[in-house]
């Protein structure tokens, strides 16, 4: 294979720069970016559906409005000055009890400045095989840095809010049906000059080889961005690369002879928009070198079928068999998250998720649930 380590710097930056305005210009004429919109039935419209098939991923523009990014922005502010003040410290800077101390669930996950903590290892199951590059970051950076929080959604109450949105909902129920369940949520913080990169992957472990794999086996990420995302700090995918059962990325990088995957194109987002990438898709993102943060809301959603009674993956809790009661308990968090949207946001009209609706389970919400959700993600549904 070729070497992807030992790259003259400067020819790197000149490469990476044209890669990154190339990228940029093949997805805005991919045609699957604008608002969300529903049809007569209330069902994502035809021509975002085409899209979204066609690509795997598709950019929702204009969704959360300056009020509800105010929200979120003044959580991750609370949430910045609440991390350990280094890894495995129990205090933050001020020397309170540090967020995600206590926790049994996975929470807090620290890389050092620019680089890349899982490419090239067998970490979650060798999904990323090849290594991104890793910039040499400021002399004064911090040994390591905090760039994903699981289990988002006990820590911040917009984030939560964010997860009820009956748009973003609707879209769930669209693609995955009615009876959509959760998978995950977490933050992905990308600090300028430290934020660390993804290495290319593809989602899911399980149902490979499955008779009825197919195009959405795994479902999908969203993507909310606060401050919005670019080619230099934003998720890169390989359009149609979801409908393939068996990718070798490793292979796709050596024929390239780069890390600059040349069919992948950048998730180019203004504040506000969300983004959803299918799981299946080849994905990643390289080291944040720019002036720019990204902060992501991430969130997913699968099919009702694609986990019950399924084996999970083990690779966001410990495996084991996701029965309906499992399913029920997790999906408790879309009917927490939608009561506290429609306690800030009143005059809205709120998604009704239907397994609730069938059961007759009911939700109130108030601030002081929020302690309540401790540990909730020790319930989610990997596959």
């Known amino acids: 294979m070729n070497d992807l380590t030992n790259i003259d710097p400067t020819a790197e930056e000149a490469a990476m720069a044209e890669y990154m305005r190339e990228g940029e210009e093949r997805a805005y004429a991919l045609g699957n ?12 419209h035809e021509d975002i559906l085409e899209a979204y098939w066609r690509c795997g991923f598709y950019v929702f523009e204009g969704v959360l409005g300056k009020e509800e990014l105010a929200d979120i922005e003044r959580d991750f502010q609370d949430i910045l000055e609440r991390l350990p ?22 929470t807090l996950f620290w890389s050092k400045p620019l680089a890349d903590p899982f490419g090239g290892t067998e970490l979650a199951n060798g999904r990323h095989p090849i290594k991104m590059p890793e910039p040499e970051a400021a002399s004064d950076a911090p040994k390591e840095v905090v760039y994903l929080m699981l289990g988002s959604l006990q820590f911040s109450e917009a984030c939560l809010r964010v997860y009820g949105h009956p748009d973003l909902l609707g879209v769930a129920a669209s693609i995955n049906g009615e009876d959509f369940t959760p998978f995950n949520e977490a933050i992905f913080i990308k600090e300028p000059g430290r934020g660390a990169s993804v290495a290319w992957h593809r989602d899911g472990v399980t ?12 479902g999908y990420n969203t993507m909310a961005q ?21 990718v070798d990325i490793a292979a796709m990088a050596e024929e390239a002879g780069t890390q600059r995957l040349p069919e992948a194109v950048p998730m180019i987002c203004a504040p506000g928009d969300v983004g959803i990438t299918n799981r299946q898709a080849v ?7 720019s002036e720019d943060w990204r902060v992501t809301i991430n969130f ?9 009674n399924v084996h999970g993956g083990g690779i966001h809790n410990a495996p084991g068999v996701y029965d309906s009661e499992r399913i029920r308990k997790r999906s408790e968090m879309i009917g927490h998250a939608i009561a506290a949207r429609r306690q800030r946001f009143p005059d809205e009209t709120p998604f009704e998720y239907q397994p609730h609706k069938q059961s007759g389970e009911t939700f109130a919400w108030s601030s002081d649930k929020l ?4 540990d909730y993600n020790l319930f989610d549904l990997s596959i």
């Open 33 to 44: 970016r604008g608002p969300v919109r529903f049809d007569a039935n209330g069902k994502l």
């Open 85 to 106: 003040s280094e890894k495995d410290s129990p205090v933050d800077a001020q020397g309170r009890p540090a967020l995600g101390v206590g926790c049994e669930a996975p």
């Open 207 to 218: 149902h490979w080889d499955s008779p009825d794999w197919d195009q959405g086996t795994h």
């Open 226 to 246: 606060l401050y919005g995302c670019t080619a230099a700090n934003g998720v890169w995918v390989v359009p149609g690369s979801h409908k393939l059962n068996t």
């Open 283 to 289: 994905h990643g993102s390289f080291a944040n070198t």
């Open 300 to 308: 997913g959603f699968h099919r009702r079928k694609s986990v019950l």
């Open 371 to 374: 302690a309540s959700l401790k």
